[in-house]
């Protein structure tokens, strides 16, 4: 089991914020439709085994670019959705996400492409020009694991795009 340092949630934590600057863009532009709350619901957690996950404040994440979800129990968070810039048909998502992370790995069946990095802390697909970041949380009452797994963030992805 691997142990999450202080230093490493630092550096996941400034990961995320450097993967939204970077991939961010205007939010009208990617989606007029507004905000992401249709797009991703606490019910959708449950589905995929995650117990517990209600919808973020109102005032914790603007609800057009970022949808929180935390643990009801202790506000702990456990996934960001970001809406990021849109991206061309024929895909440059991998290219920006490696400037992120270096362990890039495609997933197969999301989308026109999907990736898993950050140690399978974060997802990010393309569904023709809308694109999305899946950021898991920590659990440390769980041994400091991520909230989600691989399968699980196919799953919201799958979800999410199926709503567009």
Do not use: C, H
Not at 32 to 37: H, K, Q, V
Not at 136 to 163: C, Y
Request: glycine share 10%; hydrophobic share 50%.
């Amino acid at each position: 089991m691997r142990r999450w340092s202080s230093a490493d949630v630092v550096k996941l934590a400034l990961a995320l914020l450097l993967g939204v600057v970077m991939l961010g863009g205007d939010a009208e532009a990617a989606d007029p439709r507004g905000s992401l709350e249709p797009l991703l619901k606490a019910a959708d957690f449950e589905s995929i085994g995650v117990k517990g996950v209600a919808l973020a404040p109102p005032d914790a994440y603007d609800r057009v670019e970022q949808l929180g979800f935390e643990r009801a129990s202790d506000s702990s968070m456990v996934v960001v959705l970001a809406r990021l810039a849109p991206t061309e048909a024929g895909g440059t998502l991998r290219s920006v996400l490696q400037v992120i992370a270096k362990d890039v790995a495609p997933v197969s069946g999301v989308g026109d492409e999907a990736y898993s990095y950050l140690g399978g802390m974060a997802f990010a697909f393309r569904k023709g020009r809308a694109t999305f970041q899946l950021m898991s949380g920590i659990d440390m009452q769980n041994g400091a694991k991520p909230f989600l797994n691989k399968d699980q963030f196919v799953a919201l992805a799958k979800t999410i795009s199926s709503r567009l």
